[in-house]
């Protein structure tokens, strides 16, 4: 059935999303179309939303949430990301521009106030959009992959700015009371 199968007969989106349950054969039908298309020539990113992801135990790469070259497979870069990285690195732009300009107390409590889980929520949203919107990245490469955490959690990510834009109006109406 599948022997004539060919990915060049098939009109691919720039961006492909590979979501589902977990233990659905996300990760590894993500992984054999991306390798499927940089064989082809395509340039390709191969990003996992999982924070259990394994994209390093299959391509035997120490990976980062920036991407990548699997040395092995020429066009294909390889990502993951990780909530904690991205949080780390959001405090990071958020604090630097007021180190050794405001006291040290005061950075230490806008640290604590970015120590939530909320701060990783929005760091991994911020990461995620960051791949779909950045034209260079766009530019760069002929597919993005995103191989997703399970359902449940990429659900949830995908409606942050919808929670926190309620959130942020409902607190606002609020005050204003």
Request: aromatic residues 10%; charged residues 25%; proline residues 5%.
């Amino acid at each position: 059935m599948f022997k004539d199968f060919n990915l060049k007969d098939i009109n691919l989106t720039k961006y492909l999303f590979f979501t589902g349950k977990g233990g659905v054969g996300k990760t590894s039908t993500a992984c054999a179309i991306a390798v499927a298309l940089a064989d082809e020539g395509k340039r390709i990113m191969l990003i996992s939303t999982d924070p259990a992801s394994n994209l390093q135990d299959v391509f035997e790469t120490e990976l980062n949430n920036k991407g990548v070259p699997i040395d092995e497979i020429p066009n294909l870069v390889v990502a993951n990301f990780d909530p904690e990285d991205a949080a780390a690195e959001y405090k990071e732009s958020v604090l630097s521009p007021y180190r050794g300009k405001l006291p040290e107390v005061v950075l230490k409590n806008m640290e604590e106030q970015l120590s939530g889980s909320c701060t990783v929520e929005i760091a991994a949203f911020n990461e995620f959009s960051g791949f779909i919107t950045d034209e260079k990245t766009a530019e760069e490469y002929d597919h993005i992959i995103f191989d997703t955490a399970p359902t449940g959690h990429t659900l949830r990510m995908l409606q942050l700015p919808s929670a926190w834009t309620n959130f942020i109006s409902e607190s606002t109406h609020a005050h204003h009371v």
